[in-house]
Structure formats: C-alpha cells, structure tokens
C-alpha cells in the first residue's frame, strides 16, 4: 500500500538546536513528497516539496530512495517554528498526508 | 493570494442531521478536496474532485456525499451525521499543471460536533 509514516507525535528541542523530523513512505513508482505545516490558528500551507530542492525558512528535506526516507530538517531551530509538521505523498494526483508530528521549540 | 472558503468555522448538529459543509475558491482552480484532520490520525482524504460535476471517492468515503455543481463550489454532505463524524474538516484545491497540480491551497476548516 502506499502511505507516509511520520513516527513521532511529538519532537521537543530547545532553541538552536537541531532539528530533524522523519517521514517514511511506501510508494512503487518515483514518489513526489511534500512537507506542509500548520501554524497555530493559521491554515495549513505547503512548506516545501522535493522537486524544487528548495530550503525554506532553514527547512531543508532531502529524498533518499534508498531508504524511502524524506526527513525535514533544521540546523537551528527557532521559536517561531513550532507547529504541525505534515509529510504527503502524491499519490495519481492526489496527496496523502502522514499522521502529522508536532514540533516544541523552547526557549 | 488564494482564498479558499469554508463558510462555517464552528458547527455542532444532532446525531442523525443532515449537514452541508460548503467551500469556495476563488482561483478557478480544476481540483478540489475534502479532509478530516484528527489527532494522532492525521489528514484523510475523504472524496475529490477534478471538474464540475465529477467525483471521487477517498480513502474514507463512508458516509459523506459531495456535490459540485460549479467550479468553484464543492459540498460535502454527511447524510445522517454521527458522533464519529465530530471532526475538523479541510477543504483544498489546486489547479492542474503538467498533469499533476504543484500545491494545495488549504481552507481554514471547520469544526464540526456531532451531539
């Protein structure tokens, strides 16, 4: 089946510390993933996706196939960036989200 | 900007109503989307849609119907609502490049309570 694993629930680190958020997924064809956050009290809004190898905000996510990993991650984290992190998969046009893992940052 | 549109933020009906969460976008987006977000369980897709009067089925239909008659409104029905139905709801959309859309664009949800 194809489907997005997100392991962790919660991820708790203090600010300017690293960060690393782990997505898994499942998928028999070359895959398409994003990552999109939510904010509180804001929508949820794409952060970015593998095709544009972007690093947004200091987020970066690299695909691995060979361990069917995209894990998003920070080299100093913020305050600001606590939030819903959201990993998803394309799927024939249609995007399947992981379980979400929520990301404190502590001053 | 995009706006998507959820015309209820908060909404609480009885067990066995009848309940029409409405969504609207204003960039003549093709596709549109119904999720339930819960916690610990994520976001499930629950029916989509490519055009007007088209539909399909997501991974947790069971349920929900959908509508949509004009391209920028797409309804979702739950036809006799249940406690387990109690949910935030996410409407999205996105329009069509190269055959696969490049980003969904999120409404604000609505939080729907089934007594």
């Known amino acids: 089946a194809q489907r997005v694993t997100q392991p962790e629930k919660l991820l708790s680190v203090f600010k300017g510390a690293p960060v690393e958020l782990k997505c898994n997924y499942s998928?028999?064809?070359?895959?398409?993933l994003f990552w999109y956050v939510q904010y509180s009290r804001q929508r949820l809004q794409l952060l970015l996706r593998?095709?544009s190898r972007e690093s947004i905000k200091g987020f970066t996510a690299d695909l691995n196939k060979g361990e069917t990993s995209f894990h998003l991650k920070k080299p100093f984290a913020q305050e600001e960036d606590s939030a819903m992190y959201y990993c998803?998969?394309?799927?024939?046009?249609?995007?399947?989200f992981g379980t979400g893992t929520r990301l404190q940052v502590f001053p | 900007d995009v706006k998507v549109t959820q015309s209820s933020r908060y909404l609480v009906k009885r067990t066995g109503e009848k309940v029409f969460l409405e969504c609207v976008q204003d960039?003549?987006?093709?596709?549109m989307f119904w999720y339930r977000q819960d916690p610990g369980l994520g976001l499930r897709l629950i029916y989509f849609?490519?055009?007007?009067?088209?539909?399909e089925k997501g991974d947790i239909p069971e349920g929900y119907s959908v509508s949509r008659e004009k391209k920028e409104r797409f309804s979702l029905i739950l036809e006799s609502a249940s406690t387990n139905q109690t949910s935030m709801y996410l409407c999205?959309?996105?329009?069509?490049?190269?055959?696969?859309?490049?980003?969904?664009?999120f409404g604000s949800g609505t939080q729907l309570s089934v007594l």
């Open positions: 999205a959309s996105g329009s069509q490049g190269q055959g696969r859309f490049e980003k969904l664009f």
């Open positions: 998928y028999s064809g070359s895959p398409e």
């Open positions: 593998h095709i």
């Open positions: 998803a998969l394309m799927r024939t046009d249609k995007l399947i």
């Open positions: 960039m003549d987006h093709e596709n």
């Open positions: 849609s490519y055009d007007v009067k088209m539909k």
